[in-house]
């Protein structure tokens, strides 16, 4: 078996693989690009498709469609973001950034990555709001969440997302940050000196949900309560969104030495992919998804063999 042997000095420099460069660089790059481009485009079509799954075929109650939408068009925008930073592992050329010099397009990218890619953790907060309640006032759940306060909470959750683009984009219109390529990690980005905001709206919104899931789960532990279908649901978005999350969280917040490959696979590639999961855990997990497929599944071969039935008897007709 051969072994691909990349030079990390080569990776790191200016190389592009579209207009040429060295092979086993542009390999290594093709392939770790295209397998980030694929699963972010795999997720979002799958979150897509929860969307319009939530809206059109199979509803839940009004607050928990919310709730699950609100992660999902998330997970849309995280994937989007996520598409452009696999193309650009590929070439600057892609993203805006001919020869690593940034454009118009490089800039809005830089300024787009550095606010959505916060938004998986905060849109995280007002399901994980949703369940606590539910468990730790069971009788006055209904009561206090409304589709009015559903509404209002998950607004409130994302005004962070708006203030820290309006931050952003202030501060690039004043001169305060500069707009680079960095070749490093082969994506455009700002370069700012105190990068405080955007570890407080990843940090804070990842420690909240990881507290109130973890002294919701003590309760029902304690108390042996019921783990209810929706619960379920919630609990597989919350912990996948958390396990995919965490490394990027603590590599950010201690500023973690890590190489380029575990960088790579470990964060980046990792974060990305919750994308994936986070609709597969909804369709897997809840029953009428489950029947929807089956019915699909059966009326397509029921399609086929009365098909294949009117086929043969053509043909008999016809001899």
């Known amino acids: ?85 696999g193309l650009g592992i590929i070439s600057s050329d892609l993203i805006g950034a001919p020869d690593n010099q940034p454009n118009g397009f490089c800039i809005g990218y830089a300024i787009a990555l550095a606010t959505l890619t916060n938004s998986g953790t905060l849109a995280l907060l007002p399901l994980t709001i949703d369940r606590l309640l539910a468990v730790v006032f069971p009788l006055h759940h209904a009561s206090v969440i409304t589709t009015k306060s559903s509404m209002g909470i998950i607004t409130a959750c994302w005004m962070p997302l708006l203030a820290l683009f309006l931050y952003d984009t202030v501060e690039y219109a004043t001169g305060t940050v500069q707009v680079k390529f960095f070749e490093r990690y082969h994506r455009c980005g700002m370069a700012r000196t105190s990068p405080i905001p955007h570890l407080c709206a990843l940090f804070i919104p990842f420690l909240l949900v990881l507290l109130m899931y973890t002294v919701m789960l003590a309760i029902i532990i304690k108390s ?96």
Not at 45 to 63: G, N, P, V
Not at 242 to 266: F, K, R
Not at 276 to 302: D, M, Q
Request: net charge positive; aromatic share 10%.
């Open 224 to 319: 042996s309560r019921y783990f209810g279908r929706f619960l379920a649901i919630s609990s597989g978005i919350i912990v996948s969104s958390l396990i995919s999350y965490a490394p990027t969280v603590i590599g950010l917040a201690w500023n973690v030495p890590m190489s380029y490959e575990v960088s790579q696979i470990l964060t980046v590639t990792l974060f990305y992919i919750n994308g994936i999961i986070n609709p597969l855990v909804y369709f897997v997990a809840h029953p009428k998804t489950r029947a929807y497929a089956g019915r699909s599944t059966g009326a397509l071969r029921n399609n086929h063999s009365v098909n294949n039935s009117f086929n043969h008897e053509l043909e008999n007709t016809v001899r």
């Open 1 to 85: 078996m051969m072994k691909l042997e990349v030079n990390m000095a080569y990776v790191i420099s200016n190389h592009s693989c579209v207009s040429g460069g060295d092979n086993q660089v542009c390999l290594f790059r093709i392939v770790n690009g295209s397998t980030l481009t694929i699963i972010c485009i795999l997720g979002l079509l799958l979150s897509s498709l929860e969307i319009y799954f939530l809206r059109c075929k199979i509803r839940l109650s009004a607050c928990q469609n919310l709730f699950i939408t609100n992660v999902a068009v998330s997970d849309i925008l995280v994937s989007l973001v996520g598409i452009f930073r």
